[in-house]
């Protein structure tokens, strides 16, 4: 037929012979699609639009906070004598374990040991006085009140004079608050020191303690007792074990942060106040809505999705939450379940018929995409 074509069109009425021609093309391409072949991917059956859908699922998010902090001892101070005077002994040595109570340092104290001793003559004498007075007036009672008030009066402040001598005796010794180990000291028997003389560092390391900021966002999230996991700043040891034990009661409004405390078990010893450690929380943020990432377009609106409703497509405002592997939680009012447009979104219109090619693919090729679920024409068919 086609020979008898091109031989009509050499000889004679080539206009008429070349429509023949392109009639002949129509029947036979449309004879091709007539003998059940399927069409290119694109094609629309009954105007629906081809898409794969997939549903959309509830999923905790737990994120990690990493923050980094500087730690300190669970008790530490700085001594300083509490009284300016001759350095009379030294009772102590550098990173030395002292007990609470015991003297590190000592003053001269012969001027306050004198003190305590006059005063304790003037109380013991103002104490027979009224002894005395009391007892003649038990017998006698001619002794005026107003006399045994006043020898009475002169006794209390002879032991407020003695409790007053003792105190100033007691300042010239340095003595540790608590338990703990002791720093470098400058200072040599025989030095004169004062008040803003700095004696040495006492710290209690059987704890460390390190502060870290944590987001607002996990406010009530992160409370006294979540567990942390602690490492040192150059990741060389293994990671620690410990806990929230303090929590902050403001946000701080510049970096939008508050202060969680961490304490950490030192009962070996080998860590020291002043060391960087790394924090490490879980903490939980709650549950969201989980689509593919394919599935999120951007409008100018915003982030929105297209869903399934009854057959056609809906458009959705949704609220990006955070992106993880393959998939982004988002904040969106749409029930769990409902199907979410993942391949074909760019052909979708509001209120367009789909038709969904998952169901068919089934759970194990629901990955594929809607160009690979529709068969190839073989080459003799384009041909």
């Excluded at 040891?237 to 510049?254: F, M, Q």
């Excluded at 490490?280 to 990432?293: I, M, Q």
């Excluded at 929105?304 to 009012?333: C, H, M, P």
Aim: charged residues 25%; glycine residues 8%; negative net charge.
């Amino acid at each position: 037929m086609l020979a008898f074509i091109r031989g009509e069109h050499t000889a004679r009425k080539p206009r008429k012979i070349l429509g023949t021609v392109c009639c002949a093309a129509f029947i036979f391409i449309a004879g091709c699609g007539d003998n059940g072949e399927s069409p290119r991917p694109g094609f629309r059956p009954s105007g629906a639009t081809t898409v794969v859908t997939e549903a959309i699922n509830e999923q905790l998010l737990i994120e990690t906070i990493q923050a980094v902090g500087t730690a300190r001892a669970l008790h530490s101070v700085v001594l300083y004598p509490e009284a300016a005077g001759i350095v009379r002994a030294v009772h102590f040595t550098a990173n030395a374990r002292v007990t609470a109570g015991e003297t590190l340092l000592e003053l001269d104290n012969r001027d306050e040991v004198l003190a305590v001793e006059l005063a304790e003559v003037q109380l013991a004498d103002a104490e027979r006085l009224v002894r005395r007075y009391r007892q003649v007036n038990q017998q006698n009672a001619n002794l005026p009140q107003s006399q045994i008030d006043g020898a009475i009066a002169a006794a209390d402040t002879a032991r407020i004079t003695l409790d007053q001598a003792r105190v100033d005796l007691d300042r010239r010794f340095i003595r540790a608050p608590f338990t703990g180990v002791v720093g470098i000291t400058e200072i040599d028997s025989g030095d004169r020191i004062d008040t803003a003389t700095q004696v040495t560092t006492l710290d209690d390391r059987s704890q460390l303690l390190v502060n870290f900021a944590v987001p607002e966002v996990y406010v009530n999230k992160i409370q006294t007792g979540t567990p942390v996991e602690v490492r040192l700043w150059d990741g060389a040891d293994r990671p620690l074990n410990g806990e929230i034990i303090a929590v902050d009661s403001r946000i701080d409004p510049t970096s939008r942060a508050y202060t969680a405390r961490a304490a950490i078990n030192n009962a070996t010893d080998q860590y020291r106040p002043g060391m960087a450690f790394e924090i490490s929380v879980r903490a939980e943020r709650g549950t969201f809505r989980a689509v593919p990432d394919v599935a999120v377009q951007w409008g100018a609106d915003g982030a929105y999705i297209w869903i399934e409703e009854d057959g056609k497509a809906a458009r959705r405002d949704v609220q990006l939450v955070k992106r993880l592997a393959g998939e982004i939680l988002i904040e969106a009012d749409i029930p769990l379940g409902t199907r979410v447009i993942t391949e074909g979104v760019q052909a979708v219109r509001a209120g367009a018929n789909l038709r969904d090619l998952n169901p068919v693919l089934g759970d194990g090729d629901a990955s594929r995409t809607a160009a690979e679920t529709l068969p190839v024409p073989d080459d003799h068919d384009n041909g």
